[in-house]
Protein backbone atom coordinates (compact mmCIF):
# COMPACT_ATOMS: atom_id res chain seq x y z
CA UNK A 1 0.00 0.00 0.00
CA UNK A 2 1.49 3.51 -1.05
CA UNK A 3 1.31 6.36 0.99
CA UNK A 4 -0.48 8.54 -1.27
CA UNK A 5 -3.11 6.32 -1.16
CA UNK A 6 -2.96 6.17 2.49
CA UNK A 7 -3.38 9.78 2.23
CA UNK A 8 -6.65 9.49 -0.09
CA UNK A 9 -8.19 6.86 1.52
CA UNK A 10 -7.81 9.17 4.79
CA UNK A 11 -8.93 11.79 3.70
CA UNK A 12 -12.30 10.65 1.96
CA UNK A 13 -12.86 9.34 5.23
CA UNK A 14 -12.49 13.03 6.86
CA UNK A 15 -14.68 14.20 4.24
CA UNK A 16 -17.70 11.69 4.41
CA UNK A 17 -18.18 13.50 7.98
CA UNK A 18 -17.27 16.57 7.64
CA UNK A 19 -19.39 18.76 10.68
CA UNK A 20 -17.24 15.84 12.65
CA UNK A 21 -13.91 16.54 11.35
CA UNK A 22 -14.50 19.78 11.72
CA UNK A 23 -15.21 19.98 15.64
CA UNK A 24 -12.42 17.75 16.33
CA UNK A 25 -9.86 20.09 14.27
CA UNK A 26 -11.28 23.16 16.39
CA UNK A 27 -9.56 22.10 19.18
CA UNK A 28 -6.56 22.22 17.10
CA UNK A 29 -7.05 25.10 15.26
CA UNK A 30 -7.90 27.22 18.55
CA UNK A 31 -4.75 25.69 19.76
CA UNK A 32 -2.48 26.62 17.44
CA UNK A 33 -4.25 30.02 16.35
CA UNK A 34 -3.78 30.95 20.09
CA UNK A 35 -0.15 30.20 20.01
CA UNK A 36 0.38 32.30 17.69
CA UNK A 37 -1.38 35.15 18.30
CA UNK A 38 -0.39 34.98 22.11
CA UNK A 39 3.68 34.48 20.82
CA UNK A 40 2.62 37.58 18.53
CA UNK A 41 1.43 39.57 21.46
CA UNK A 42 4.64 38.84 23.38
CA UNK A 43 6.92 39.86 20.03
CA UNK A 44 4.71 42.79 20.04
CA UNK A 45 5.60 44.02 22.93
CA UNK A 46 8.96 42.80 23.87
CA UNK A 47 10.14 44.86 20.24
CA UNK A 48 8.05 48.20 21.23
CA UNK A 49 10.01 48.14 24.84
CA UNK A 50 13.06 47.86 23.02
CA UNK A 51 12.40 50.50 20.36
CA UNK A 52 10.95 52.61 23.36
CA UNK A 53 14.59 51.80 25.35
CA UNK A 54 16.65 52.23 22.56
CA UNK A 55 15.48 55.86 22.31
CA UNK A 56 16.72 56.96 24.80
CA UNK A 57 19.62 57.56 22.89
CA UNK A 58 22.70 55.72 21.29
CA UNK A 59 25.01 53.71 23.36
CA UNK A 60 23.85 55.61 26.37
CA UNK A 61 25.23 54.49 29.72
CA UNK A 62 23.27 55.77 32.78
CA UNK A 63 24.76 55.81 36.08
CA UNK A 64 21.92 55.91 38.95
CA UNK A 65 22.84 56.46 42.76
CA UNK A 66 21.81 53.59 45.21
CA UNK A 67 19.94 53.73 48.01
CA UNK A 68 20.93 55.04 51.25
CA UNK A 69 21.88 52.94 53.83
CA UNK A 70 21.81 54.46 57.82
CA UNK A 71 22.55 51.92 60.12
CA UNK A 72 20.60 49.10 58.66
CA UNK A 73 17.51 51.33 57.53
CA UNK A 74 17.62 51.20 53.45
CA UNK A 75 15.97 54.23 52.16
CA UNK A 76 14.63 54.34 47.98
CA UNK A 77 17.02 54.25 44.90
CA UNK A 78 18.53 57.77 44.17
CA UNK A 79 18.67 58.82 47.75
CA UNK A 80 22.61 58.78 47.85
CA UNK A 81 24.31 62.20 47.64
CA UNK A 82 27.41 61.28 47.02
CA UNK A 83 27.30 61.82 42.84
CA UNK A 84 28.60 65.16 42.48
CA UNK A 85 29.25 67.28 38.77
CA UNK A 86 32.90 66.97 40.15
CA UNK A 87 32.27 63.26 39.12
CA UNK A 88 30.96 64.06 36.01
CA UNK A 89 34.35 65.84 35.32
CA UNK A 90 36.72 63.09 36.22
CA UNK A 91 34.89 60.93 33.58
CA UNK A 92 35.34 62.82 31.11
CA UNK A 93 38.76 63.86 31.62
CA UNK A 94 39.78 60.06 32.13
CA UNK A 95 37.24 57.59 30.69
CA UNK A 96 38.68 57.49 26.61
CA UNK A 97 35.86 55.23 25.46
CA UNK A 98 33.46 58.03 26.85
CA UNK A 99 32.18 60.34 24.40
CA UNK A 100 29.73 62.57 26.35
CA UNK A 101 28.88 62.98 29.85
CA UNK A 102 26.28 65.38 31.62
CA UNK A 103 25.03 65.60 35.06
CA UNK A 104 21.59 65.74 35.39
CA UNK A 105 19.02 67.15 37.92
CA UNK A 106 15.25 66.97 38.05
CA UNK A 107 13.43 69.03 39.54
CA UNK A 108 9.34 69.95 38.77
CA UNK A 109 7.69 73.72 38.52
CA UNK A 110 5.04 75.71 38.31
CA UNK A 111 5.20 77.65 35.47
CA UNK A 112 3.96 80.62 34.58
CA UNK A 113 3.77 82.67 30.88
CA UNK A 114 1.72 85.59 30.74
CA UNK A 115 -2.26 84.51 32.11
CA UNK A 116 -1.24 80.99 31.18
CA UNK A 117 0.24 78.16 33.62
CA UNK A 118 1.37 74.83 33.54
CA UNK A 119 2.99 72.31 35.91
CA UNK A 120 5.71 70.03 34.27
CA UNK A 121 9.53 68.38 34.81
CA UNK A 122 12.75 70.65 34.60
CA UNK A 123 15.84 68.85 33.53
CA UNK A 124 19.01 69.98 34.03
CA UNK A 125 21.57 69.28 31.94
CA UNK A 126 24.68 69.57 30.01
CA UNK A 127 23.59 70.71 26.16
CA UNK A 128 25.39 67.27 25.55
CA UNK A 129 22.47 65.50 26.75
CA UNK A 130 20.58 66.51 23.34
CA UNK A 131 23.27 64.91 21.48
CA UNK A 132 23.46 61.57 24.08
CA UNK A 133 19.51 61.47 23.61
CA UNK A 134 19.07 62.43 19.90
CA UNK A 135 16.97 65.24 20.74
CA UNK A 136 16.73 67.81 18.15
CA UNK A 137 15.94 71.69 18.47
CA UNK A 138 13.10 72.58 16.02
CA UNK A 139 13.20 76.57 16.43
CA UNK A 140 15.89 78.74 18.22
CA UNK A 141 19.21 77.61 19.33
CA UNK A 142 21.11 75.54 22.11
CA UNK A 143 22.54 76.96 25.03
CA UNK A 144 25.76 77.59 24.96
CA UNK A 145 28.89 76.90 27.02
CA UNK A 146 29.01 80.48 28.56
CA UNK A 147 25.11 80.30 29.69
CA UNK A 148 26.28 77.06 31.67
CA UNK A 149 28.90 79.00 33.72
CA UNK A 150 27.01 82.05 33.96
CA UNK A 151 23.75 80.00 35.23
CA UNK A 152 21.93 81.62 32.48
CA UNK A 153 18.15 81.78 32.90
CA UNK A 154 17.86 80.60 29.62
CA UNK A 155 15.96 77.16 28.67
CA UNK A 156 14.43 75.18 25.41
CA UNK A 157 10.68 73.98 25.75
CA UNK A 158 9.11 70.62 25.03
CA UNK A 159 6.62 70.99 22.67
CA UNK A 160 3.89 70.02 24.48
CA UNK A 161 4.96 73.01 27.37
CA UNK A 162 4.63 75.34 24.75
CA UNK A 163 1.90 74.28 23.02
CA UNK A 164 0.09 74.76 26.48
CA UNK A 165 1.66 78.07 27.23
CA UNK A 166 1.51 79.80 24.33
CA UNK A 167 -0.89 77.87 22.12
CA UNK A 168 -0.02 76.16 19.42
CA UNK A 169 1.50 76.71 16.33
CA UNK A 170 2.80 79.89 18.23
CA UNK A 171 6.82 80.83 18.16
CA UNK A 172 7.89 81.09 21.90
CA UNK A 173 10.87 81.76 21.16
CA UNK A 174 12.40 85.44 22.87
CA UNK A 175 9.87 85.09 25.31
CA UNK A 176 10.13 84.87 29.12
CA UNK A 177 8.35 82.36 31.17
CA UNK A 178 8.60 82.00 35.41
CA UNK A 179 9.77 78.83 36.48
CA UNK A 180 9.23 78.65 40.35
CA UNK A 181 8.66 82.86 39.98
CA UNK A 182 12.19 82.93 38.70
CA UNK A 183 12.05 84.64 34.82
CA UNK A 184 13.38 82.73 32.18
CA UNK A 185 14.39 83.01 28.70
CA UNK A 186 12.68 80.54 26.47
CA UNK A 187 15.39 80.43 23.32
CA UNK A 188 14.14 77.31 21.59
CA UNK A 189 11.69 74.50 21.55
CA UNK A 190 12.46 71.22 21.03
CA UNK A 191 11.38 68.64 18.14
CA UNK A 192 8.09 66.56 18.99
CA UNK A 193 9.02 63.04 20.19
CA UNK A 194 5.50 61.75 21.00
CA UNK A 195 4.02 59.62 23.19
CA UNK A 196 6.30 56.57 24.63
CA UNK A 197 4.78 53.49 24.11
CA UNK A 198 3.84 53.59 27.84
CA UNK A 199 2.03 56.39 27.48
CA UNK A 200 4.48 59.31 29.20
CA UNK A 201 4.96 62.20 26.65
CA UNK A 202 7.89 62.29 25.82
CA UNK A 203 7.16 66.32 25.09
CA UNK A 204 6.24 67.34 28.35
CA UNK A 205 9.39 68.67 29.97
CA UNK A 206 11.98 71.89 29.93
CA UNK A 207 15.78 71.54 29.45
CA UNK A 208 17.61 73.97 30.86
CA UNK A 209 21.43 74.67 31.66
CA UNK A 210 22.73 72.27 34.60
CA UNK A 211 24.32 74.84 37.08
CA UNK A 212 20.99 77.11 36.61
CA UNK A 213 18.88 74.33 37.29
CA UNK A 214 21.52 72.80 40.12
CA UNK A 215 22.18 76.19 41.89
CA UNK A 216 18.84 78.65 41.32
CA UNK A 217 15.98 76.05 41.10
CA UNK A 218 16.92 73.15 43.50
CA UNK A 219 19.73 74.43 45.62
CA UNK A 220 21.50 71.32 46.01
CA UNK A 221 25.52 69.95 45.48
CA UNK A 222 24.37 66.91 44.40
CA UNK A 223 22.88 65.36 40.99
CA UNK A 224 20.45 62.58 40.48
CA UNK A 225 21.98 60.99 38.15
CA UNK A 226 24.63 61.10 34.83
CA UNK A 227 24.14 60.61 31.37
CA UNK A 228 26.90 59.12 29.07
CA UNK A 229 27.53 57.98 25.67
CA UNK A 230 30.21 55.54 24.71
CA UNK A 231 32.22 56.06 21.52
CA UNK A 232 30.83 52.97 19.79
CA UNK A 233 28.49 49.95 20.48
CA UNK A 234 31.29 47.96 20.86
CA UNK A 235 33.21 49.83 23.49
CA UNK A 236 29.70 49.95 25.97
CA UNK A 237 31.67 47.85 28.18
CA UNK A 238 35.09 49.07 28.42
CA UNK A 239 33.47 52.45 29.21
CA UNK A 240 31.33 50.95 32.23
CA UNK A 241 35.05 49.35 33.06
CA UNK A 242 36.07 52.99 33.05
CA UNK A 243 33.73 54.74 34.76
CA UNK A 244 33.55 52.23 37.65
CA UNK A 245 36.94 52.68 38.31
CA UNK A 246 37.22 56.74 37.70
CA UNK A 247 33.90 56.59 40.43
CA UNK A 248 35.73 54.39 42.83
CA UNK A 249 39.05 56.16 42.43
CA UNK A 250 37.45 59.47 43.39
CA UNK A 251 34.79 58.39 46.15
CA UNK A 252 38.13 56.51 47.58
CA UNK A 253 36.44 52.95 47.85
CA UNK A 254 38.08 50.44 49.39
CA UNK A 255 38.22 47.03 47.00
CA UNK A 256 35.16 45.35 47.72
CA UNK A 257 33.22 48.15 49.42
CA UNK A 258 29.91 48.41 47.67
CA UNK A 259 29.69 51.72 45.65
CA UNK A 260 26.92 53.94 46.33
CA UNK A 261 25.91 53.84 42.68
CA UNK A 262 25.01 51.84 39.98
CA UNK A 263 26.18 51.77 36.06
CA UNK A 264 23.32 50.54 33.83
CA UNK A 265 24.29 50.62 30.21
CA UNK A 266 21.15 50.56 27.96
CA UNK A 267 21.38 47.10 26.66
CA UNK A 268 20.57 46.38 30.64
CA UNK A 269 17.77 48.19 30.68
CA UNK A 270 16.51 46.35 27.68
CA UNK A 271 17.52 43.20 29.12
CA UNK A 272 15.64 43.91 32.76
CA UNK A 273 12.60 44.69 30.26
CA UNK A 274 12.44 41.98 28.03
CA UNK A 275 13.24 38.97 31.17
CA UNK A 276 9.24 40.60 32.55
CA UNK A 277 7.95 40.21 29.04
CA UNK A 278 9.88 36.63 28.19
CA UNK A 279 7.80 35.43 31.93
CA UNK A 280 4.80 37.01 30.04
CA UNK A 281 5.10 35.16 26.67
CA UNK A 282 5.98 31.79 28.35
CA UNK A 283 2.91 32.03 30.60
CA UNK A 284 0.63 33.12 27.55
CA UNK A 285 2.24 30.14 25.35
CA UNK A 286 1.61 27.51 27.90
CA UNK A 287 -1.83 28.46 27.80
CA UNK A 288 -1.92 27.65 23.88
CA UNK A 289 -0.39 24.61 24.89
CA UNK A 290 -2.65 23.63 26.82
CA UNK A 291 -5.33 24.08 24.72
CA UNK A 292 -3.63 22.46 22.38
CA UNK A 293 -3.35 19.08 23.94
CA UNK A 294 -6.97 19.27 24.78
CA UNK A 295 -7.34 19.66 21.14
CA UNK A 296 -5.11 16.28 21.04
CA UNK A 297 -7.57 14.41 23.24
CA UNK A 298 -10.47 15.47 21.09
CA UNK A 299 -8.56 13.84 18.07
CA UNK A 300 -7.96 10.79 20.08
CA UNK A 301 -11.89 10.53 21.81
CA UNK A 302 -12.90 11.03 18.09
CA UNK A 303 -11.12 8.27 16.47
CA UNK A 304 -11.64 5.64 19.19
CA UNK A 305 -15.11 6.20 17.89
CA UNK A 306 -14.18 6.02 14.66
CA UNK A 307 -12.11 2.57 15.06
CA UNK A 308 -15.50 1.70 16.64
CA UNK A 309 -17.79 2.64 14.22
CA UNK A 310 -15.66 1.15 11.39
CA UNK A 311 -14.84 -2.45 12.88
CA UNK A 312 -16.26 -4.24 9.98
CA UNK A 313 -14.91 -2.01 7.38
CA UNK A 314 -11.20 -2.71 9.05
CA UNK A 315 -12.30 -6.40 8.90
CA UNK A 316 -13.11 -6.12 5.31
CA UNK A 317 -9.88 -4.53 4.65
CA UNK A 318 -8.11 -7.18 6.40
CA UNK A 319 -9.96 -9.86 4.48
CA UNK A 320 -9.35 -8.54 1.49
CA UNK A 321 -5.44 -8.22 1.90
CA UNK A 322 -4.60 -5.24 4.32
CA UNK A 323 -1.91 -6.02 6.43
CA UNK A 324 -2.10 -4.86 9.91
CA UNK A 325 0.42 -1.77 9.31
CA UNK A 326 -1.55 -0.53 6.61
CA UNK A 327 -4.53 -0.83 8.75
CA UNK A 328 -2.26 1.19 11.31
CA UNK A 329 -1.09 3.95 9.30
CA UNK A 330 -5.31 4.57 7.67
CA UNK A 331 -5.88 5.67 11.25
CA UNK A 332 -2.57 7.10 11.90
CA UNK A 333 -2.86 9.31 8.73
CA UNK A 334 -6.13 10.27 9.17
CA UNK A 335 -5.57 11.81 12.99
CA UNK A 336 -2.06 13.34 11.65
CA UNK A 337 -4.20 14.68 8.73
CA UNK A 338 -7.09 16.08 11.03
CA UNK A 339 -4.20 17.70 12.84
CA UNK A 340 -2.23 19.04 9.95
CA UNK A 341 -4.82 20.80 8.20
CA UNK A 342 -5.97 22.06 11.78
CA UNK A 343 -2.95 23.07 12.37
CA UNK A 344 -3.25 24.71 8.93
CA UNK A 345 -5.98 26.67 9.30
CA UNK A 346 -5.10 27.58 12.95
CA UNK A 347 -1.79 29.57 11.54
CA UNK A 348 -4.22 31.23 8.94
CA UNK A 349 -6.58 32.19 11.89
CA UNK A 350 -3.59 32.85 14.60
CA UNK A 351 -1.86 35.69 11.73
CA UNK A 352 -5.65 37.33 10.94
CA UNK A 353 -6.37 37.68 14.52
CA UNK A 354 -2.90 38.58 15.10
CA UNK A 355 -3.34 41.44 12.44
CA UNK A 356 -6.96 42.23 13.98
CA UNK A 357 -5.55 42.87 17.23
CA UNK A 358 -3.08 45.24 16.10
CA UNK A 359 -5.65 47.19 13.38
CA UNK A 360 -8.59 47.82 16.01
CA UNK A 361 -6.89 47.41 19.35
CA UNK A 362 -3.73 48.85 18.56
CA UNK A 363 -1.64 46.05 20.15
CA UNK A 364 1.33 45.83 18.84
CA UNK A 365 2.24 42.16 17.14
CA UNK A 366 4.87 40.48 15.68
CA UNK A 367 4.37 37.00 14.05
CA UNK A 368 7.91 35.23 13.88
CA UNK A 369 8.08 32.31 11.68
CA UNK A 370 9.24 30.56 14.25
CA UNK A 371 6.41 30.58 16.22
CA UNK A 372 4.49 29.52 13.33
CA UNK A 373 7.18 26.59 12.65
CA UNK A 374 6.69 25.08 16.10
CA UNK A 375 3.19 25.80 16.64
CA UNK A 376 2.87 23.41 13.16
CA UNK A 377 5.57 20.42 14.47
CA UNK A 378 3.73 20.52 17.94
CA UNK A 379 -0.07 20.11 15.90
CA UNK A 380 1.59 17.39 13.71
CA UNK A 381 2.93 15.83 16.93
CA UNK A 382 -0.14 16.22 18.73
CA UNK A 383 -1.67 14.24 15.98
CA UNK A 384 0.75 11.58 16.05
CA UNK A 385 0.79 11.25 19.82
CA UNK A 386 -2.53 10.90 20.54
CA UNK A 387 -3.38 8.81 16.57
CA UNK A 388 -1.29 6.38 17.82
CA UNK A 389 -3.25 4.48 20.64
CA UNK A 390 -6.34 4.53 18.17
CA UNK A 391 -4.73 3.51 15.31
CA UNK A 392 -2.95 0.10 17.20
CA UNK A 393 -6.15 -0.81 18.64
CA UNK A 394 -7.48 -0.95 14.73
CA UNK A 395 -4.39 -2.78 13.65
CA UNK A 396 -4.72 -4.91 16.66
CA UNK A 397 -8.48 -6.20 15.18
CA UNK A 398 -8.74 -10.16 14.30
CA UNK A 399 -10.18 -10.18 10.54
CA UNK A 400 -12.95 -12.76 11.82
CA UNK A 401 -13.77 -10.86 14.75
CA UNK A 402 -14.27 -7.30 13.02
CA UNK A 403 -16.18 -9.05 10.26
CA UNK A 404 -18.73 -10.33 12.67
CA UNK A 405 -18.83 -7.25 14.73
CA UNK A 406 -21.81 -5.73 15.14
CA UNK B 1 -0.57 -33.57 -6.58
CA UNK B 2 -3.26 -31.76 -8.88
CA UNK B 3 -5.35 -30.30 -6.03
CA UNK B 4 -6.13 -26.42 -5.11
CA UNK B 5 -6.41 -27.20 -1.97
CA UNK B 6 -5.77 -29.96 0.87
CA UNK B 7 -6.74 -30.49 4.20
CA UNK B 8 -5.37 -32.49 6.46
CA UNK B 9 -6.24 -33.65 10.00
CA UNK B 10 -7.41 -30.17 10.63
CA UNK B 11 -8.30 -29.20 14.47
CA UNK B 12 -9.08 -25.74 15.59
CA UNK B 13 -9.77 -25.30 19.41
CA UNK B 14 -10.60 -22.12 20.77
CA UNK B 15 -8.74 -21.17 23.93
CA UNK B 16 -11.63 -19.36 25.97
CA UNK B 17 -9.44 -19.56 28.97
CA UNK B 18 -11.04 -21.34 31.24
CA UNK B 19 -12.52 -23.82 28.51
CA UNK B 20 -11.44 -25.22 25.32
CA UNK B 21 -14.04 -25.57 22.73
CA UNK B 22 -13.06 -27.50 19.84
CA UNK B 23 -14.17 -26.51 16.68
CA UNK B 24 -12.89 -28.79 14.01
CA UNK B 25 -11.49 -32.11 14.45
CA UNK B 26 -9.18 -33.45 12.76
CA UNK B 27 -10.83 -32.81 9.17
CA UNK B 28 -9.24 -34.33 6.09
CA UNK B 29 -10.52 -32.30 2.45
CA UNK B 30 -9.08 -32.19 -0.70
CA UNK B 31 -10.66 -30.02 -3.11
CA UNK B 32 -9.75 -29.45 -7.44
CA UNK B 33 -9.93 -26.68 -9.68
CA UNK B 34 -12.87 -25.98 -10.96
CA UNK B 35 -15.57 -27.76 -8.50
CA UNK B 36 -18.15 -25.89 -6.61
CA UNK B 37 -18.75 -26.96 -3.70
CA UNK B 38 -21.37 -26.48 -0.76
CA UNK B 39 -19.94 -26.81 3.01
CA UNK B 40 -23.11 -27.79 4.44
CA UNK B 41 -24.37 -27.70 8.29
CA UNK B 42 -26.17 -26.24 10.87
CA UNK B 43 -24.62 -23.44 12.93
CA UNK B 44 -22.31 -24.63 15.54
CA UNK B 45 -20.98 -27.26 13.25
CA UNK B 46 -17.55 -25.73 12.47
CA UNK B 47 -18.21 -24.76 8.90
CA UNK B 48 -17.59 -21.33 9.72
CA UNK B 49 -14.57 -21.90 10.87
CA UNK B 50 -13.45 -24.37 8.01
CA UNK B 51 -14.19 -21.62 6.03
CA UNK B 52 -11.93 -18.78 7.67
CA UNK B 53 -9.09 -21.26 7.92
CA UNK B 54 -9.53 -22.26 4.21
CA UNK B 55 -10.08 -18.09 3.48
CA UNK B 56 -6.80 -17.70 5.50
CA UNK B 57 -8.25 -15.46 7.92
CA UNK B 58 -7.06 -17.78 11.01
CA UNK B 59 -4.36 -20.46 11.15
CA UNK B 60 -5.23 -23.80 12.53
CA UNK B 61 -4.23 -25.31 15.76
CA UNK B 62 -3.01 -28.57 14.38
CA UNK B 63 -3.00 -30.29 10.85
CA UNK B 64 -1.83 -29.00 7.25
CA UNK B 65 -2.88 -26.78 4.84
CA UNK B 66 -1.90 -26.94 1.28
CA UNK B 67 -3.67 -24.06 -0.78
CA UNK B 68 -2.34 -23.96 -4.68
CA UNK B 69 0.91 -25.81 -3.22
CA UNK B 70 1.80 -23.69 -0.57
CA UNK B 71 1.93 -24.65 2.48
CA UNK B 72 -0.10 -21.91 4.58
CA UNK B 73 -1.09 -23.23 7.93
CA UNK B 74 2.21 -21.60 9.67
CA UNK B 75 2.36 -18.30 7.98
CA UNK B 76 1.97 -15.24 10.29
CA UNK B 77 -0.32 -12.68 9.72
CA UNK B 78 1.23 -10.46 7.23
CA UNK B 79 1.95 -13.66 4.77
CA UNK B 80 -1.82 -14.46 5.39
CA UNK B 81 -2.63 -11.15 4.30
CA UNK B 82 -0.65 -11.25 1.32
CA UNK B 83 -2.02 -14.81 0.28
CA UNK B 84 -5.77 -13.46 0.77
CA UNK B 85 -5.00 -10.64 -1.41
CA UNK B 86 -3.76 -11.98 -4.18
CA UNK B 87 -5.27 -15.81 -4.24
CA UNK B 88 -8.81 -15.05 -2.68
CA UNK B 89 -12.03 -13.40 -3.18
CA UNK B 90 -14.53 -13.23 -0.44
CA UNK B 91 -18.45 -12.92 -0.62
CA UNK B 92 -20.39 -12.26 2.66
CA UNK B 93 -23.78 -12.26 4.17
CA UNK B 94 -24.12 -8.95 4.79
CA UNK B 95 -22.04 -7.50 1.59
CA UNK B 96 -20.14 -5.51 3.66
CA UNK B 97 -19.36 -2.74 1.26
CA UNK B 98 -18.25 0.61 2.32
CA UNK B 99 -21.16 3.39 2.82
CA UNK B 100 -20.85 6.22 0.83
CA UNK B 101 -18.57 4.78 -1.51
CA UNK B 102 -19.22 4.12 -5.53
CA UNK B 103 -19.63 1.06 -6.57
CA UNK B 104 -16.46 1.24 -8.66
CA UNK B 105 -14.24 2.34 -5.66
CA UNK B 106 -15.84 -0.77 -3.68
CA UNK B 107 -14.00 -2.73 -6.28
CA UNK B 108 -11.00 -1.48 -6.35
CA UNK B 109 -10.72 -2.12 -2.57
CA UNK B 110 -8.42 -4.99 -2.92
CA UNK B 111 -6.41 -3.47 -5.43
CA UNK B 112 -5.34 -0.51 -3.59
CA UNK B 113 -3.17 -3.85 -1.27
CA UNK B 114 -1.25 -4.54 -4.21
CA UNK B 115 1.70 -2.34 -4.92
CA UNK B 116 1.95 -4.07 -8.73
CA UNK B 117 -1.33 -2.24 -9.52
CA UNK B 118 -1.22 1.30 -10.39
CA UNK B 119 -4.40 3.95 -10.36
CA UNK B 120 -5.14 3.32 -13.72
CA UNK B 121 -5.08 -0.32 -13.77
CA UNK B 122 -6.98 -0.75 -10.73
CA UNK B 123 -9.68 1.16 -12.48
CA UNK B 124 -9.62 -0.46 -15.32
CA UNK B 125 -9.35 -4.15 -13.97
CA UNK B 126 -12.60 -2.60 -11.72
CA UNK B 127 -14.79 -1.71 -14.59
CA UNK B 128 -14.10 -5.47 -16.15
CA UNK B 129 -14.82 -7.11 -12.36
CA UNK B 130 -17.81 -4.96 -12.41
CA UNK B 131 -18.64 -5.80 -16.22
CA UNK B 132 -19.02 -9.93 -15.22
CA UNK B 133 -21.78 -9.16 -12.82
CA UNK B 134 -23.58 -7.34 -15.52
CA UNK B 135 -23.11 -3.95 -13.31
CA UNK B 136 -20.79 -1.40 -15.72
CA UNK B 137 -24.07 0.69 -15.89
CA UNK B 138 -23.53 1.60 -12.03
CA UNK B 139 -19.92 2.42 -11.76
CA UNK B 140 -20.70 5.79 -10.17
CA UNK B 141 -23.90 4.48 -7.68
CA UNK B 142 -23.08 4.44 -3.95
CA UNK B 143 -24.80 0.87 -2.00
CA UNK B 144 -27.46 3.06 -0.73
CA UNK B 145 -28.56 3.82 -4.33
CA UNK B 146 -28.52 0.43 -5.28
CA UNK B 147 -30.75 -3.02 -4.60
CA UNK B 148 -29.84 -5.88 -2.20
CA UNK B 149 -29.20 -8.09 -5.24
CA UNK B 150 -27.30 -5.33 -6.72
CA UNK B 151 -25.41 -4.60 -3.49
CA UNK B 152 -24.38 -8.35 -3.41
CA UNK B 153 -23.33 -8.49 -7.03
CA UNK B 154 -20.63 -5.13 -6.38
CA UNK B 155 -19.38 -7.19 -3.66
CA UNK B 156 -19.02 -10.39 -5.98
CA UNK B 157 -17.30 -8.29 -8.15
CA UNK B 158 -14.86 -6.90 -5.20
CA UNK B 159 -14.26 -10.46 -5.01
CA UNK B 160 -13.25 -11.49 -8.62
CA UNK B 161 -11.53 -7.93 -9.15
CA UNK B 162 -7.87 -9.76 -7.93
CA UNK B 163 -8.31 -12.84 -10.23
CA UNK B 164 -8.48 -15.09 -7.31
CA UNK B 165 -8.08 -18.73 -7.73
CA UNK B 166 -10.75 -19.25 -5.32
CA UNK B 167 -14.26 -17.63 -4.36
CA UNK B 168 -15.38 -18.25 -0.80
CA UNK B 169 -19.11 -17.10 -0.53
CA UNK B 170 -19.90 -17.22 2.89
CA UNK B 171 -24.32 -17.81 3.42
CA UNK B 172 -23.98 -15.29 0.27
CA UNK B 173 -27.87 -14.85 -0.02
CA UNK B 174 -28.83 -14.61 3.50
CA UNK B 175 -29.97 -10.85 3.26
CA UNK B 176 -31.83 -11.44 -0.05
CA UNK B 177 -35.45 -12.57 -1.12
CA UNK B 178 -35.87 -15.77 -2.84
CA UNK B 179 -36.11 -14.09 -6.46
CA UNK B 180 -32.79 -12.08 -5.63
CA UNK B 181 -31.12 -15.56 -4.38
CA UNK B 182 -31.50 -17.21 -7.65
CA UNK B 183 -30.13 -14.17 -9.73
CA UNK B 184 -27.31 -14.44 -7.20
CA UNK B 185 -26.83 -18.05 -7.32
CA UNK B 186 -26.65 -18.09 -11.56
CA UNK B 187 -24.08 -15.62 -11.38
CA UNK B 188 -22.39 -18.39 -9.00
CA UNK B 189 -22.94 -20.91 -11.43
CA UNK B 190 -21.88 -18.78 -14.63
CA UNK B 191 -18.76 -18.08 -13.01
CA UNK B 192 -17.84 -21.62 -12.07
CA UNK B 193 -18.63 -22.50 -15.50
CA UNK B 194 -16.34 -20.35 -16.98
CA UNK B 195 -13.67 -22.43 -14.73
CA UNK B 196 -13.60 -20.29 -11.32
CA UNK B 197 -13.34 -22.71 -8.10
CA UNK B 198 -16.44 -21.71 -5.62
CA UNK B 199 -16.85 -22.95 -1.92
CA UNK B 200 -20.49 -22.00 -0.96
CA UNK B 201 -21.06 -21.79 2.81
CA UNK B 202 -24.62 -22.26 3.55
CA UNK B 203 -26.95 -23.87 6.32
CA UNK B 204 -30.05 -24.08 3.44
CA UNK B 205 -30.48 -27.06 1.29
CA UNK B 206 -32.11 -25.33 -1.76
CA UNK B 207 -29.30 -23.01 -2.32
CA UNK B 208 -26.69 -26.53 -1.68
CA UNK B 209 -28.60 -27.42 -4.83
CA UNK B 210 -26.75 -25.19 -6.93
CA UNK B 211 -23.56 -26.74 -6.20
CA UNK B 212 -21.97 -29.49 -7.88
CA UNK B 213 -20.38 -31.14 -4.49
CA UNK B 214 -21.94 -31.08 -1.24
CA UNK B 215 -20.10 -31.95 1.99
CA UNK B 216 -22.04 -31.63 5.08
CA UNK B 217 -20.33 -31.07 8.56
CA UNK B 218 -21.48 -31.91 11.89
CA UNK B 219 -19.77 -31.24 15.52
CA UNK B 220 -16.39 -30.33 13.91
CA UNK B 221 -16.54 -33.63 11.56
CA UNK B 222 -17.49 -34.14 8.00
CA UNK B 223 -20.19 -36.45 7.75
CA UNK B 224 -21.23 -36.44 4.26
CA UNK B 225 -19.14 -35.69 1.10
CA UNK B 226 -21.42 -36.45 -2.42
CA UNK B 227 -21.87 -34.92 -5.19
CA UNK B 228 -24.91 -33.21 -5.80
CA UNK B 229 -27.43 -35.47 -7.94
CA UNK B 230 -30.37 -33.01 -8.68
CA UNK B 231 -28.57 -30.04 -9.38
CA UNK B 232 -30.70 -27.15 -10.21
CA UNK B 233 -30.81 -25.79 -13.28
CA UNK B 234 -27.52 -23.77 -15.29
Redo the contacts between chains.
Keep these: ?2 YL ?1 SVK ?1 AY ?1 ALF ?1 NKTRSFLTMLGIIIGVGSVITMLAIGQGSSDSIKAEISQLGTNVIIVFPTAQQRGGVRSEAGTTQDLTEDHVTEIIAGCPSVRYATPVVYSTGQIIAGGQNWRTQIIGVYSDYLKIRNLEVELGTVYTAQDESRSGKVCLLGKTVSDNLFGEDVNPVGQTIRINRIPFKVIGVLEEKGQSMMGQDQDDMIIAPFSTVQKRIRAIDHINMIFISAVSENSIDQAIEEIDQVLRTHLKLVSGQEAPYDIRSQSEIVEMFSSTSRIMILLLASIAVISLIVGGIGIMNIMLVSVTERT ?2 I ?12 ILFQFLIEAILLSVLGGIIGIIIGLISSQALSKILNWPTTVTPYSIIISFIFATAVGIFFGWYPARKAAKLH ?2 EA ?1 RYE | MGNLITLRDITKIYDLGSVKVPALNEVNLEISTGEFIAIMGASGSGKSTLMNIIGCLDNPTSGEYYLDGINVDKLNSDQLANIRNKKLGFVFQSFNLLARTSALENVELPLFYNLEINSSKRKQLAQVALEMVNLSDRLDHQPNQLSGGQQQRVAIARALVNKPILLLADEPTGNLDSKTTVEIMKVLQELNQSGRTIILVTHEHDISEYAKRVVELKDGKIIKDHAMKNRRAD
Design positions: MNNIRKREGLRMAVGARKIDPIL
